[in-house]
Nanobody, 115 residues
Framework: QVQFVESGGDLVQPGGSLRLSCAASGFTFSSAAMSWYRQGPGKERELVAT????????NYADSVKGRFTISRDNAKRTVYLQINSLKAEDTAVYYC????????WGQGTQVTVSS
């Protein structure tokens, strides 16, 4: 069955950085586009970044452009999200998924930005 295991979240100060990881299993990862999503307190889940199967094409939400970097390692079946210049509004649970199939969500990883 499809499974996502997100990790790397933490409590960080504004301006800090984090690298999130998502290990995927149960489908052909190397052929699949992957996305990161986030859900802030009291908010709906939103799409943050998408990377195609080969990593050639990448898209970001306007709110994170220039600060977030999505990447992937197909050999490790893992997608990453480098987050820099963290802001309080980045506080959320972060999830990964295939944007076209939207499999069952993983548990996510909590990012809290606070001084």
């Amino acid at each position: 069955q499809v499974q996502f295991v997100e990790s790397g979240g933490d409590l960080v100060q504004p301006g800090g950085s984090l690298r999130l990881s998502c290990a995927a299993s149960g489908f052909t990862f190397s052929s699949a586009a992957m996305s990161w999503y986030r859900q802030g307190p009291g908010k709906e889940r939103e799409l943050v970044a998408t990377i195609t199967s080969t990593g050639v094409n990448i898209n970001y939400a306007d709110s994170v452009k220039g600060r977030f970097t999505i990447s992937r390692d197909n050999a490790k079946r893992t997608v990453y999200l480098q987050i820099n210049s963290l802001k309080a509004e980045d506080t959320a649970v972060y999830y990964c998924n295939n944007p076209y199939r939207l499999y069952t969500w993983g548990q996510g990883t909590q990012v809290t930005v606070s001084s």
